[in-house]
């Protein structure tokens, strides 16, 4: 049977760990292959990089990153922002990416979907989507939730499956950072209208919010970054959470 | 030494990197040299069938391979494996290795479920195999595939559920394909891979 699963994603900035992205001091704290291994020896069905450097020179350092994860790390890696071509993806699928994840240069030119996939394949396309409720339903909001693409997000995730992703990243703007649960409304919601694996990410805080998660919605899989890099809870606890609520996980322990 | 040939479609490096981390000797190579010195050989593959074919036929490699195949281990992985049987009907009908008796179709999934079939799903044995000598049943290893394999189940060393049954480790004599990619299926496939080392 089909595991759910949980992904961890790391914040990377110039080749290192970094947290505090939405506040004032951004913290260096760590290295990205050893936070990897760590999450790879908690049981992690997937490891996420999420890349925000903002300067050229450190794109090159992302791929090292990726390069030296690939050589220790054994299990899928998707890296993703700033991806804005299919030179991009072809410089981090041969660095040892097993998928690519895209989120505003989709938005802005959604023909980066089916060209990737067309190439590479579907597996190995991503489309993140940040989705914020507005009225009675979703927009996609880019640049972490500040400018309003004013385009429906149940829309694009359905026309992002016809254009050839291969799996929707789809984070609630709303409950992200909020610990309250993950937005099971938004996930329905876009769950509903495609067929194609959606990641469920933002909000969750305890353990509950993860088997409600996978309870109350079709996700196939749930991503945190905070909830993890603060050691709140491991990818070992969630498991083991989820294992006794019946949902059929990977353990590795 | 085990050569993991290079016919221009395949995640190589993936395999190689674990094989590197498992220190075992090994060498990526599109050289029939190679292949016939190589004391056991992997055949990995991504992409489409009859291009894969057609690009181990340009590359000279498809009788080299037939041949050894008989004088040594060799394990497909994902498209490497599927290319073991006789024919695929992806886009068409292409002939395969033919080194496992079957045919590669297109999954009919009961219950709705999608392909491709992508991501952890658990072994269940079938018939025994050495490969499966590290790995339990229900451990999870990676899939990602389309297309599957359809053969005797005399041929099935183990199988995974997925709205059908899934050939997921298939072998006859020292010919072995994996479906799921074990090299990047955590410590199960890197015991899959290290028992293959060992054989």
Request: aromatic letters at 6%.
């Amino acid at each position: 049977m089909l595991a759910k699963r949980i992904i961890p994603c790391l914040d990377v900035r110039d080749g290192k760990v970094v947290k505090g992205i939405n506040f004032v001091g951004i913290k260096e704290v760590g290295d990205p292959v050893e936070c990897a291994e760590e999450y790879n020896a908690q049981g992690a069905d997937e490891i996420c990089f999420l890349d925000i450097t903002a300067t050229h020179e450190g794109r090159g350092t992302m791929v090292d990153v990726v390069r030296r994860t690939a050589q220790r790390v054994f299990v899928p890696l998707t890296v993703g922002g700033g991806i804005s071509s299919v030179d991009d993806f072809r410089e981090l699928l041969r660095s040892g990416a097993d998928k690519v994840s895209v989120n505003s240069a989709a938005v802005r030119n959604p023909q980066l979907i089916h060209d990737a996939a067309e190439i590479f394949g579907s597996q190995c396309v991503v489309v993140a989507i940040d989705a914020k409720k507005k009225g009675d339903s979703w927009t996609v909001v880019v640049n972490g939730g500040r400018i309003d693409m004013n385009i429906d997000a149940v829309e694009w995730a359905k026309k992002a499956e016809e254009l050839g992703a291969g799996e929707i990243l789809l984070t609630s703007m709303d409950t992200d950072g909020m610990k309250t649960g993950f937005d099971i409304e938004l996930l329905n919601a876009v769950c509903d209208v495609v067929k194609i694996p959606v990641i469920a990410s933002g909000g969750c805080g305890t353990l509950e919010h993860f088997s409600e998660v996978f309870q109350k919605t079709k996700a196939s899989a749930a991503l945190a970054a905070s909830l993890f890099h603060y050691k709140e809870l491991t990818v070992s606890q969630v498991k083991e959470h989820l294992e006794e609520n019946n949902i059929p996980v990977r353990r590795v322990d | 030494m085990i050569t993991i040939i290079d016919y221009g479609a395949g995640n190589l490096f993936s395999v190689q990197n674990a094989l590197n981390f498992l220190g075992v000797e090994n060498n990526i190579s599109s050289k029939a040299e190679d292949i016939v010195s190589a004391d056991k050989l992997i055949l990995p593959g991504v992409g489409a069938f009859p291009d894969a074919m057609r690009m181990l036929d340009e590359a000279g490699l498809t009788e080299v391979i037939k041949d050894e195949a008989r004088k040594k281990p060799l394990m497909g992985i994902c498209l490497g494996m599927q290319m073991l049987f006789d024919k695929s009907y992806e886009f068409g009908e292409t002939e395969g290795l033919g080194l496992i008796p079957g045919t590669v179709e297109l999954m009919h999934p009961a219950n709705d479920l999608v392909i491709p079939h992508i991501g952890w799903n658990s072994l269940e044995k079938n018939e025994p195999c050495k490969l499966l000598e590290t790995v339990n049943d229900g451990d999870y290893v990676y899939f990602v595939h389309s297309y599957a394999a359809v053969t005797d189940s005399r041929n099935v060393a183990a199988y995974c559920d997925y709205g059908m049954k899934v050939p997921a480790l298939v072998m006859s004599g020292n010919v072995y394909g994996c479906q799921f990619h074990p090299e990047k299926s955590g410590k199960t496939g890197l015991g899959i891979l290290k028992t293959f080392a060992s054989l």
